[in-house]
T-cell receptor, first 117, second 115 residues
Framework: GAVVSQHPSRVICKSGTSVKIECRSLDFQATTMFWYRQFPKQSLMLMATSNEGSKATYEQGVEKDKFLINHASLTLSTLTVTSAHPEDSSFYIC?????????????FGSGTRLTVV | AQKVTQAQTEISVVEKEDVTLDCVYETRDTTYYLFWYKQPPSGELVFLIRRNSFDEQNEISGRYSWNFQKSTSSFNFTITASQVVDSAVYFCALSGNNAGNMLTFGGGTRLMVKP
C-alpha cells in the first residue's frame, strides 16, 4: 500500500533555531500534502495544505512566515519551523493524498515530535 | 463548514467488555467520506475504515464494527470483546467535496482497556 515516510521522528532543538521536517511519498505521487499539528491530549489541527509546485494554503491563525512549507516535487514536502520557541513544541504529522485511492485517499506519515528547549 | 464531534473524551472498560465510540458529524456536502483512525501512544495514525456517504451498510471487521446512520449524522464504532491492545486514542474524521477534500478530525476518544 501507499507509504509516507516522515522524519525525523523526534527532534529537540534550542529556542531560536530552525527545524526542518521532511515528508516523502515512497510509492506514489502526492500532488497534495497536508500538515497537521497536535498538542498533547488534543486533536489534529490542519496547519496548511500544499500542492506541488505552488504556494501552500495556510489555515487561519497559522503564521506562514514561521511555518515554511515547500512542496517542490511530487514526492517530497518539507515543513520548516523557523525561530522555534517552546510553545512550538508539538507533534507534527503530514498526510499525502494518494489519487490511486481516489481523492479521499489519505496516507499519514508517522509524525515528528518536536521539543524546543 | 464541516464539523466532527466525539462527545466521549475518555472511556475506561475492563478487558472483554464491548465498547462503542460515538461520532456525530455536520456537513453541507452531499458527497463526503467518514473515517476512523486509531492513534496508539507511539503517535502514528492507523487507518481503520473509510465509508462514503452513499453507503449506509454497516461493516464488520473482526472485533470491529461500524454503524453509519445518515438520518442522525452518526458514524459509531464498536469494539467487541475489548483487549488491552485496543487502548489508544480513536479519531473520527470527515472529508467533503466542498471543503477542499481536507480531513476534519473530531476531538478524539481516549480508550483505556484494563486487564
Amino acid at each position: 500500500g501507499a507509504v509516507v515516510s516522515q522524519h525525523p521522528s523526534r527532534v529537540i532543538c534550542k529556542s531560536g533555531t530552525s527545524v526542518k521536517i521532511e515528508c516523502r511519498s515512497l510509492d506514489f505521487q502526492a500532488t497534495t500534502m497536508f500538515w497537521y499539528r497536535q498538542f498533547p491530549k488534543q486533536s489534529l489541527m490542519l496547519m496548511a495544505t500544499s500542492n506541488e509546485g505552488s504556494k501552500a494554503t495556510y489555515e487561519q491563525g497559522v503564521e506562514k512566515d514561521k511555518f515554511l512549507i515547500n512542496h517542490a516535487s511530487l514526492t517530497l514536502s518539507t515543513l520548516t519551523v523557523t525561530s522555534a520557541h517552546p510553545e512550538d513544541s508539538s507533534f507534527y504529522i503530514c498526510s499525502a493524498r494518494d489519487l490511486g485511492q481516489g481523492i479521499y485517499g489519505y496516507t499519514f506519515g508517522s509524525g515528528t515530535r518536536l521539543t524546543v528547549v | 463548514a464541516q464539523k466532527v464531534t466525539q462527545a466521549q473524551t475518555e472511556i475506561s472498560v475492563v478487558e472483554k467488555e464491548d465498547v462503542t465510540l460515538d461520532c456525530v458529524y455536520e456537513t453541507r456536502d452531499t458527497t463526503y467520506y467518514l473515517f476512523w483512525y486509531k492513534q496508539p501512544p507511539s503517535g502514528e495514525l492507523v487507518f481503520l475504515i473509510r465509508r462514503n456517504s452513499f453507503d449506509e451498510q454497516n461493516e464488520i471487521s473482526g472485533r470491529y464494527s461500524w454503524n453509519f446512520q445518515k438520518s442522525t449524522s452518526s458514524f459509531n464504532f464498536t469494539i467487541t470483546a475489548s483487549q488491552v491492545v485496543d487502548s489508544a486514542v480513536y479519531f473520527c474524521a470527515l472529508s467533503g467535496n466542498n471543503a477542499g477534500n481536507m480531513l476534519t478530525f473530531g476531538g478524539g476518544t481516549r480508550l483505556m482497556v484494563k486487564p
